[in-house]
């Protein structure tokens, strides 16, 4: 006989190795990783042929993510020293085959993803559980009794085995290959020769799953049979008289994924097998409030819902499993319950109740991020029903080792039991790790899921925003350093006609030079056409009838979320005017400072002649905003303009317009108002803006 050695809750680490670490490590990019296997199930069978699980052997396969550095290490007990390089890996372990044996071996295997940091002591926990299936028989002292012989003979594609009390062997287990489908048949025998058989029946084996057959007489008339997994007995109506509600208590982590089934008989045959509830919860999952497997003509919304289960045939005999593994890692922390309940032909029921208690494994979790080039929305949200003391944001860089505390500035949505905050002062092009925290998660020594980012590396600028390069050709003036055409204005299409309306500043100034803005009329054909002092980004085209040809944008991939300079503007009243705008003679002439992030192929063409301008709404537009002044200014003002976005594109033009008559397109305006510019810069930091310009650029809602 073979005898059998059980181990219950089996879960303390069975290998704990370090791969060559020790608490120095000098290798730069390159760190050490230990490991610790275990293995665990609710119940775990092995034979006395095989090693104590203290010193099982592991197969450790440890793949980089990157494809690029694998490493294998073939029996865990015999480990060599070993560094890995710096990145992130997934780790698999699985159990060594120990002493042949026609009744098979138990297989562990579990998996861990670890990232390894470069120049530190690096760890993983890999939990190892039951890989094939596990098959015993329990024979009743109503079975030892009442017969002489009790054998289950049971075969997967192989030598038929027997659990047997004539064989010895009615105590051993023996292990099959998950997906494997299990042929058996039971027979007895009475001292008087009467004989019984059930089968052959055939049962499909899923991995991890312990298959108890269970065997139970009375009175020595007949025989029931049960099959047990992991611990739970067939519901069968014929079988169990005394009590027929039974009341299950599962409770299990958020985001677990446990194996969880019910399996249902009866050998009078099933009238009716339903799954049940009245949870407001779990309608709101899809779960159908009655679903009979039997009778209902359609059972997809309870598969929808994560359960696995077929139709049952009106008086079928057979077993019946439901598993509902998928439907419970659906659910979100709180409390549930759901009926399973099986009636017989005969009227008869047996019902399971099942009460669900979902807990999270800490009380918060991080939940995204949104980086920018030197800032960073992140989110999270709180697990518990109320939201926890000391709940807050952690992060530091990739190469930082203390975590800096985000406190202030969080906002929170107690009806999606969400928080979110920003992280300001960052640095372009550079890696983030963040996370959520509680003072009770803290106090316990939990671990947090963290969450990686990295801040956009571009921060492109515009040449010339201080405005101190100008150069002449002629009488016109041009707003860049020589041989360059970042920056025009309107002065080459009327230099000609008497007027250069855009001038280099050098008394009345923040620093350097700045850029004079005058309106003034040009003659054109003998008539005095308006001219508004203006600057934009791009190039001046050519007259066009009584207007010109602009070319607008300069070429910029970034995506700041403010412009920030300084102006002061001494306007006159309007004096020239035009269609749509003629209502507005004498009344004051106003300024404008306009910035647009579009994502152009190439320039936007404009025609002051034919009415072509970019408006505000225009697909093209990814962020836009305007200042205007009709105010005289006595001294200089500084200005934000915080750059409201419409959408997360990524811009491929910026442009930038100043204009001392706000309807100057419209050639509209005062002769003489005078606006001048200097300093101008693009901010990326959303921490260098006030709390309603962050809400106006609206970067929080992309």
């Given amino acids: 006989m073979i005898k059998s050695l059980t181990y219950r809750f089996f879960a303390i680490a069975i290998l704990l190795c370090a791969l060559g670490c020790s608490r120095e490590i000098r290798n730069e990019g390159r760190g050490c990783l230990e490991l610790s296997i275990g293995t665990q199930a609710p119940e775990l069978v092995l034979k006395s042929s095989v090693a104590a699980p203290a010193s099982m052997g592991f197969a450790v396969k440890i793949q980089g993510t990157d494809g690029k550095h694998n490493y294998s290490v073939a029996d865990s007990r015999i480990m060599e020293p070993l560094t890995v390089a710096a990145g992130v890996y997934d780790i698999t372990a699985t159990s060594l085959p120990g002493q042949a044996s026609a009744w098979g071996e138990p297989v562990y295997s579990g998996t861990a993803k670890v990232t390894v940091r470069p120049e530190r002591i690096n760890s993983a926990r890999i939990t190892c559980k039951l890989a094939n299936a596990m098959v015993s028989a329990e024979f009743d002292e109503t079975i030892v009794a009442s017969f ?103 409770s299990l982590l958020t985001g677990d994924t446990p194996q969880q089934n019910a399996m249902f008989a009866s050998t009078r045959g099933i009238a009716s097998l339903a799954v049940a509830h009245s949870d407001a919860a779990l309608s709101l999952l899809g779960l159908p409030e009655w679903t009979d497997l039997v009778s209902s003509q359609d059972i997809s919304a309870l598969q929808a819902a994560g359960f696995s289960c077929a139709p049952v045939p009106f008086g079928s ?132 899921p963290e969450i990686s980012f990295t801040t956009d590396s571009r921060v492109p600028t515009v040449p010339n925003l201080s405005f101190d390069s100008w150069y002449q050709s002629g009488s016109v003036w041009y707003p860049n350093e020589s041989g360059r055409s970042d920056w025009d204005t309107a002065n080459k299409g009327t230099a000609d006609y008497g007027a250069v309306p855009t001038t280099p500043e050098s008394s009345d100034v923040v620093s350097g030079k700045a850029a004079r803005l005058e309106s003034a009329t040009a003659g054109m054909l003998g008539i005095n056409k308006f001219a508004a002092g203006n600057i ?158 962050r809400i106006a650029v609206g970067y929080r809602n992309l």
Wanted: proline share 4%; aromatic share 12%.
């Fill in 148 to 250: 002489s012989e009790y054998n289950l003979s049971i075969e997967a594609g192989g030598t038929p085995l027997a659990i047997s009390n004539t064989a010895g062997t009615q105590n051993d287990t023996a292990y099959f290959a998950a997906g494997d489908t299990l042929h058996y048949s039971i027979s007895l025998k009475t001292p008087d020769g009467a004989a019984f058989t059930r089968g052959p029946l055939d049962l499909a084996l899923k991995g991890g799953t312990h298959y108890r057959f269970k065997l139970s007489t009375k009175n020595g008339e007949g025989f029931y049979l049960a099959i047990m997994l992991n611990g739970d007995t067939v519901y069968n109506v014929d079988s169990e008289e005394a009590e027929r509600t039974h009341t299950k208590e599962l």
């Fill in 536 to 693: 934009y980004l791009g190039q001046f085209g050519k007259i066009d009838g009584m207007g010109a040809i602009l070319n607008w944008g300069y070429p910029f991939a970034g995506r700041p979320v403010a412009l920030r300079g300084w102006y002061k503007y001494r306007p006159v009243n309007i004096d020239y005017a035009e269609s749509p705008y003629t209502g507005l003679k004498g009344t004051p002439d106003g300024c404008a400072i306009r910035v647009f992030l579009c994502d152009w192929s190439s320039q936007f063409v404009i025609n002051t002649n034919k009415g072509i301008f970019l408006q505000e709404d225009d697909p093209s537009v990814i962020a836009n905003k305007s200042i205007y002044s009709h105010a005289t200014d006595a001294a200089y003002k500084s200005f934000v303009i915080p750059i409201e976005y419409h959408d997360n594109r990524t811009p491929t033009y910026i442009e930038i317009v100043g204009s001392a008559s706000r309807y100057g397109d419209y050639f509209t305006g005062g002769k003489g108002s005078v606006l001048l510019l200097d300093e101008f810069e693009l901010v990326y930091d959303a921490g260098e803006l006030s709390e309603d310009e």
């Fill in 317 to 448: 005999k057979d077993i019946h499993g439901i598993d509902f593994s998928a439907f419970l890692a659906r659910l979100g922390a709180g409390s549930y319950s759901f009926r399973i309940i099986l009636t017989d032909i005969a009227g008869i029921s047996n019902e399971v109740i099942y009460h669900i208690s979902v807990v999270p494994p800490v009380e918060s979790r991080a939940v995204a991020a949104k980086p920018w080039a030197k800032f960073a929305v992140i989110s999270g949200e709180w697990l518990t029903a109320a939201k926890p003391a000391g709940l807050r944001f952690q992060y530091k860089a990739a190469s930082a080792s203390a975590w800096t505390d985000i406190t202030s500035g969080i906002r929170t949505d107690g009806t999606s039991q969400t928080i979110s905050a920003d992280i300001y002062g960052l640095q372009p092009g550079t890696k983030y790790f963040f996370r959520t925290v509680t003072d009770s998660d803290l106090a316990n020594g939990k671990e947090f």
